[in-house]
C-alpha cells in the first residue's frame, strides 16, 4: 500500500482486486507527478467488497479510480447497480478504466454510465488522438486539436447517444476513448485503453513521449478535476518568440525589424534574438535605437559562442567551459558598447549540446538556462531522461541547469499542449520566416491568445524566472517548485501564507547560500532537492536566489588564426546568403550546397 495524506480529501483511492495491473501502478506514478498521494486498495481480500466502494461513494470525500478489470471478477452486476444509485447522491469523482474489451467490463460500463457506455470495442491502429472543442472546460487548452499517436492496438467506448455523456477525448470523429458523464452530484470519467504511460520509463526519444499523449492525457485531466489546485500546476505560462541569427540591423534578411517591434508593440508580444556573441563588435551604433527604445517588446540572447557546427555538442568540458565564458564575456562586451542588456539565456547552434555542455554552461554560473527544441542530450550513454522529466514546465534533470523547449511553426496544436502542461509557449523560426509581411507571426500571437488568453509574454530571463509550479498543500500553506537560480513569484493569497519551496538540484554540486528577498535562509538537501520555507505577506512577491559554487576559467584558451578565420568567412557567407541569395529559393538552395561542401554551413 501506499501512503497517503493524512486527509482522506487529499488522498486518491485505486480499487483493484488481487495484484494490481501495470495500467493502475502507472495512475500512481502519474499521480504522483501532480502531486497526489495514492493509496492501493485490494478488494480480493475484503469479505464484503461492495460495502466499501459504497461507503466510498457515500462519504463524498475525494477522489476515486476503479479498475474495472479486475473488479468484474468480484462485484457482480447487480451490486455495480447499487453504486450506480449511491453516485447519484455523492459527490465523488470516479475514473473508471477499462482495459479489456470484455463483456463483463462492458456490463460495468453500462450499469455505471445508465447505460451511455454501452461497450468496450477495439478501435484499431489510429495514428492520431483528439480532443473535441465541445469539452473545453475538461481537456481546456487541448480543445479542439489533434496529436500524433504511434499506432499500435486502441480500445474505443461505444456510446449509446443522449446521457449527458461528453466527449473529452477521442479517435477520430466519435469514437470515444474518455468520456465524462455527471449523475446528480458525483462526476465519473470512463476511460478505455490498453496501457497507461509510464513516465518512469527511461526514454530514448522525446517522441515517445510525444506520442503517448492518448495513454497520459486523461489521467491529468481526471486528478486536475478532482484534486483542483491541490495538483501541481503552473499558475504563470510565459511567452515569446525567439529568432536566430539576426544583426542588429533594421533590416536582415526578411526582416523589417522597426515594422516587426512596432506590431509587437501594438499586440502585446515579445521578440527576443539569439545574437551570435562572436557579432559582438559589430552592432553599429547608428542601428541600435530601434531596439533601445523598446526593451518591452525586444530582447537579446547567446546563440552559441562562435556558432559553428557541433559548437556544444563536443564532449570536451574544458573547451566548453572556456566557451561558457568567452560567449558571457562577448555578450558583456557588447552590452557595454551599446548598452543593451542580454538574457542570460543560451540557444545552441543548430539545437545540438551534449551532457557535458550543459555542465559547462551551470557551472559557468553566466547562464540561467538553456531553450532548446530538444529536450534530450544528444550524446547520452543510457536513456536518462523520463516522462516524468518532460511532465515538467521545464526539463531540469542535470546539474540544475533547466532546458526550455521551443517549437518551430507548422501549427497551434504543440503550444497548447504546452500550455495545457504548464510549459511556456516559445516560438523560434529564422529570417525567412518573416518574408509574408508578418502574417503567419499575427496569426500564431492571435491563436495562442485564444487558446490562453491569460499568456504573459516577456524577455526569455523573466520568463525562466517566473517559470514555476505551485500546489496547495494546507489552507495556509504553498508549496511551490522552481527550476532557475534567480526566481520570482507572487503569493497568490491576500493573507500571509507560509511557502515551502523546493528546486531539483544534485548532491554534487555545492549551494553556498539561499536568500529570499535579500535576507539568508537556511535550506536541506533532501531526495535530490534543495529544500527551505519562508514567510509571505498577502500578495506579497518573493525574490529568490540560490548561490551555487561556480567554477572559472583555469586558463584562456586559443583557437587560432586558421580557426578564427573559418568563424569569420562562415560569418560572412551566411549574411550574403541571408540578405541577398535567400530572395531566390533556387540561388539560396545552391548557396547551402556550396557552403556545406566548404564545411561553412554551421546550421540554425
Known sequence: MIKGEEHQEELLRIYHASAPSEPVLNIVKIARCLGISAELIDLGYSGFPTEVLRAQVSSGKGAAVWDAGSLSELIGLEDWRLIASDLVASDLDVLILATGKDDSQSGILRVLSQGGVTRVCPAGHPDSVSFPATSRSLNAELSGHHYARSRCDALALELSGGHGIEIVMEFGHGVASFVSLRSGGSHAFVWSTFSVFDVDRPLKFESEFEEAVAEYIPAIIFLRSGFGDRCWHSPRIGADIVIDDPLLEKRYGFIDFPALIGMARELGFHVTVAFIPWNHWRTRKGSIRVFLDHPESFGICAHGCDHIANEFKVDDYADLLSRSHLAAERMDRHCERTEMEWERIMVCPREDYSIEALQALADSGRFIGLVNTGCIPRNLDSNRVRGSDLLLPVQDAFFGFPIFKRHYWSDISKFAMAVFLGKPAILVEHHAFFKDQHRVLKNFVMQLKATCPTVRWSGLTELACRTFQRRRVAPETLEVRFFTDQ??????????????????????????????????VPFTKEGGFICFEARLDGNAVASVHLHRRTVPVRSARSWGWTYRMGVAVRRVFSEIRDNWLSRSPTVHRLANLVMKAFGLRSGK
Open 487 to 520: 526566481f520570482l513569484m507572487d503569493n497568490p493569497d491576500p493573507e500571509p501564507r507560509m511557502v515551502k519551496f523546493q528546486r531539483r538540484f544534485p548532491a554534487s554540486a555545492a549551494i553556498e547560500s539561499v536568500s529570499v528577498n535579500g535576507a539568508k
